[in-house]
């Protein structure tokens, strides 16, 4: 093939089917004097307080239910199998309410996630981490105030490393658990899949939701699934348990590096953002050169 001939082919196949957004600045004071950013910080306080509602309602309810000493069986209750659901059916619900207002993003873990990919400023994220972390607060709290008994009894829905799994495999299963989460984020939302699969009606709250649903399956008998700094932070809150307490740092450190790892793999791998700014300085040298 001559040069010419794979010119011509190079310039055919060169055209994007899909665009990508330019990458937000880090620091954009500008959004603080806009109505739709302080909107959206609203909706992920509101989002982030139904999720723990209705969330940490199931657990307590569950855990009530398959209370032997109250005369409880494993056949009365929703089960861990119930338990996944909420979690995973709620955020699929969010999601799917307030995703073309703030993102959706309803976990700090997500939205860290989608800061380090330049995805939201450091102003958006720190103000919907502080509504996150307020929401869910507020979501446990209303909880307690409706069945404060239950609540003080069943561990009020408190995320802590279970008996029997040590520190590491607590974190691992926190690091894991939320790269699954933010990896499924990235890819339900990438615009290229967008455009590839546009003759496919896939709703994106619909995997995430679903990715939320397997790591709950998977990760509840360790920690009782955190995967999201605020709810774990919530829950603790309300609860004030010490050992809750002493725990608490495993449902940060673990889901914010899960996110990290799961933001570089795909920006950086996937979507080859390393070869691609590798391709820009050497063709900026290039022409230095010239």
Excluded at 21 to 42: D, G, Q
Excluded at 233 to 250: C, L, M, S, T
């Amino acid at each position: 093939m001559t040069k010419d001939e794979e010119s011509i082919e190079d310039e055919s196949f060169s055209g994007k089917d899909y665009l990508d957004p330019p990458p937000v600045k880090m620091f954009e004071a500008r959004e603080l004097k806009k109505w739709s950013f302080y909107r959206a910080v609203i909706a992920e306080f509101i989002a982030t307080f139904l999720f723990l509602y209705v969330t940490v309602l199931t657990v307590i309810g569950f855990k009530s239910q398959t209370d032997a000493k109250a005369g409880g069986g494993a056949c009365a209750s929703v089960g861990l199998l119930g338990i996944s659901w909420a979690f995973g059916g709620m955020i699929f619900i969010l999601v799917y309410c307030t995703a073309g207002i703030s993102g959706g993003h309803i976990n700090p873990a997500v939205t860290f996630g989608l800061f380090l990919a330049s995805k939201v400023s450091l102003v958006r994220a720190v103000s919907y981490m502080v509504a996150q972390c307020l929401g869910a607060t507020c979501g446990v709290g209303l909880v307690k105030l409706f069945q404060s008994t239950y609540f003080n009894r069943y561990g009020g829905g408190a995320n802590m490393l279970s008996d029997g799994y040590n520190v590491g495999v607590g974190v691992g299963a926190e690091i894991i658990g939320t790269f699954v989460l933010v990896y499924t984020v990235f890819s339900a939302t990438d615009p290229k899949r967008n455009a590839r699969d546009s003759h496919i009606p896939v709703l994106a709250p619909l995997p995430i939701g679903f990715s939320v649903f397997m790591v709950h399956l998977a990760t509840i008998p360790i920690t009782g699934t955190g995967i999201n700094p605020a709810r774990s932070f919530g829950a603790a809150v309300i609860y004030n348990n010490k050992k809750a307490w002493d725990d608490q740092w495993i449902f940060w450190v673990g889901p914010f590096v899960g996110a990290a790892i799961a933001a570089f793999y795909h920006q950086f791998v996937l979507r080859a953002g390393a070869m691609k700014a590798y391709g820009s300085v050497r063709s900026q040298l290039h022409e230095l050169h010239a």
